[in-house]
C-alpha cells in the first residue's frame, strides 16, 4: 500500500519499479497506490504508465491528513500482511521473498523488518541502520526497551500484520511527526518481531527535510516528547515508567541538540535556535546541557 501526496514523480517512478522487479503476482500480492488529494503532478497518470493495469489507484475524495490516510491503507488493504511504502522509498531485490520467508519460519510474529540503507535525494547511500541481532530470526524482549527510547524502524522495512494494526486501532490521530514510531513501540512490547539483517530497503532523506515546518518550529521534537509519554503511561510496566521516560527523553534531547547544530552549519538559524531550546526541554541531563552549550559556544564564535 503506497501512501503518496504530491510526490515527485522520479521518487514515486523508482518506488514502484522497485516492487513490481519482485512482483509474485496479483494471487499473492495487492499493489495499491492511494493518493491523498495530490496537488501537484498527475499521479494517476504516472501508476497507469508504470503499472500497466497491475498497480490499482485510488484518490481520496478530500485530504485526510497523514494519519487518516494511513489508516486508510490498513483499511483497503485485503492481504494478510501489509507494507504501508511512502512513495519515495524503495525496497531491494529479495526484500519480499526473504521477509516472506522468515514469517512463514516464525508464525508466531505480528511483524517483520529488515535493516536498511538511508540515501540521499539522488538515491547515494549515506549510512545503514544498526544491527539489532546477528542472523535472522526473532528479537529479544530487550529490543522493545531500544525501541522506546529511539526510533529503529521505518515504514520500507517493515510489514505488519493486518490483524495486529486492528488490534491496535491503527495509528494515532494526535501524533503527526511521531505516529509511526508509536506504532512500532506498540507492537514491540506487546508482540514478538521477526528482524532480517540484511539490508533490503532504502530509507530517503531529503534536503528539504531539515527545514519543514515542523523542524522550523520544533514541533518535531514536542512530538516526540508527546509520543513518550504516551509510551510510557500506556505500554511500560508502572515500576518502569520512570526509568524508561527518563532516558528516552535525554536521547531525545541529544537528537534534537545535533539537530540544531546542523541546521546553524546549513544556514538555519532560527531553526536551529528552535531544536537547542527543545533540547532542554526534552531533558536537563548533562549528556543534553553540555551538546546545547557546545553548539551554542560554537554559534557565538562563528
Same mark, same amino acid.
Given at each position: ?98 521477509? !516472506?520467508?522468515? $514469517?512463514?519460519?516464525? +508464525? /508466531?510474529?505480528? &511483524?517483520? #523488518? ?5 540515501? @540521499? ?68 512490547? !506487546?508482540?514478538? $518481531?521477526?528482524?532480517? +539483517? /540484511?539490508?533490503? &530497503?532504502? #530509507? ?5 527535510? @531539515? ?92
Amino acid at each position: 500500500m503506497i501512501p503518496v501526496y504530491n510526490c515527485p514523480d522520479r521518487y514515486l517512478r523508482a518506488t514502484l519499479l522497485s516492487v513490481l522487479s519482485q512482483d509474485p503476482g496479483p494471487s499473492e500480492m495487492q499493489i495499491e497506490v492511494i493518493d491523498n488529494c495530490s496537488t501537484e503532478g498527475d499521479v494517476e497518470k504516472l501508476v497507469q504508465e508504470i503499472g500497466g493495469g497491475r498497480i490499482a489507484f485510488f484518490r481520496q475524495p478530500m485530504n485526510l491528513g497523514i494519519v487518516g490516510n494511513f489508516n486508510s491503507c490498513v483499511q483497503r488493504s485485503r492481504g494478510q500482511w501489509v507494507q504501508i511504502l511512502h512513495g519515495d522509498d524503495v525496497v531491494r531485490p529479495g526484500f519480499y521473498a526473504r521477509t !516472506r520467508e522468515g $514469517i512463514e519460519q516464525h +508464525p /508466531e510474529v505480528a &511483524a517483520a #523488518f529488515c535493516r536498511l540503507i538511508y540515501i @540521499d535525494q539522488d538515491g547515494h547511500w549515506l549510512g545503514i541502520s544498526d544491527l539489532e541481532i546477528p542472523a535472522r530470526g526473532v528479537l529479544d524482549p530487550g529490543f522493545a526497551d531500544r525501541e522506546l527510547i529511539d526510533q529503529r524502524i521505518q515504514f520500507v522495512s517493515i510489514v505488519v500484520r493486518r490483524s495486529t494494526y486492528e488490534e491496535l486501532g491503527g495509528f494515532r490521530a494526535s501524533l503527526a511527526h511521531c505516529l509511526d514510531w508509536d506504532m512500532w513501540k506498540r507492537i514491540a512490547v !506487546r508482540k514478538p $518481531i521477526f528482524f532480517d +539483517p /540484511e539490508p533490503l &530497503a532504502c #530509507f530517503r532523506l531529503h534536503a528539504g527535510a @531539515d527545514t519543514s515546518q515542523l523542524v522550523t518550529s520544533g514541533e518535531n521534537v514536542a512530538d516526540e516528547r508527546r509520543s513518550i509519554d504516551i509510551s510510557c503511561a500506556c505500554d511500560v510496566p508502572a515500576t518502569r515508567r520512570s526509568q524508561i521516560k527518563r532516558v528516552a527523553r535525554r536521547a531525545a534531547g541529544v537528537r534534537a541538540a545535533r539537530l540544531a547544530r546542523r541546521l546553524w552549519k546549513a544556514g538555519h538559524a532560527a531553526a536551529s535556535l528552535r531544536q537547542a531550546i527543545e533540547a532542554v526541554r526534552c531533558s536537563r541531563s548533562p549528556a543534553v546541557l553540555a551538546r546545547v552549550a557546545y553548539f551554542m559556544a560554537s554559534a557565538i564564535v562563528h
